[in-house]
């Protein structure tokens, strides 16, 4: 299994990035997968989900301005990620559900696995 996250930045308030994921080694399809993030100093924060079926579902912090998209055919992962703000600055991991065809609308960090290297987004003017 293997998650490549890209397309983080430095950005203003107010900005825009698009966060790409590209997984490889199992059946993409077939899982959920998940956005998670961790500011400095801070825990990893799981901030966006979309299921089997295409269900998208988003933390309080981020819901309105992130929006995540799967492309199953190209086993690709996406977070559009519009009106940045300072508090947004994190590295970003994308992460896979532990088990196939689960619907979780919020998971445990204990049901993600197998994150990527990670890309950091940085917010300031």
């Known amino acids: 299994v293997q998650l490549v996250e890209s397309g983080g930045g430095s950005v203003q308030p107010g900005g825009s990035l698009r966060l790409s994921c590209a997984a490889s080694?199992?059946?993409?399809?077939?899982?959920?997968m998940y956005w998670v993030r961790q500011a400095p100093g801070k825990g990893l924060e799981w901030i966006s989900g979309i299921n089997v079926r295409n269900k998208t579902y988003y933390s309080d912090s981020v819901k309105g301005r992130f929006t995540v998209s799967r492309d199953n055919a190209r086993d690709m992962l996406y977070l559009q990620l519009n009106n940045l703000k300072p508090e947004d600055t994190a590295m970003y991991y994308c992460?896979?559900?532990?088990?196939?065809?689960?619907?979780?609308?919020?998971?445990?960090?204990?049901?993600?696995?197998?994150r990527g290297q990670g890309t950091q987004v940085t917010v300031s003017s």
């Open positions: 080694g199992f059946a993409f399809s077939n899982y959920a």
């Open positions: 992460a896979k559900d532990i088990n196939p065809f689960v619907i979780r609308p919020r998971p445990s960090l204990d049901q993600m696995t197998s």
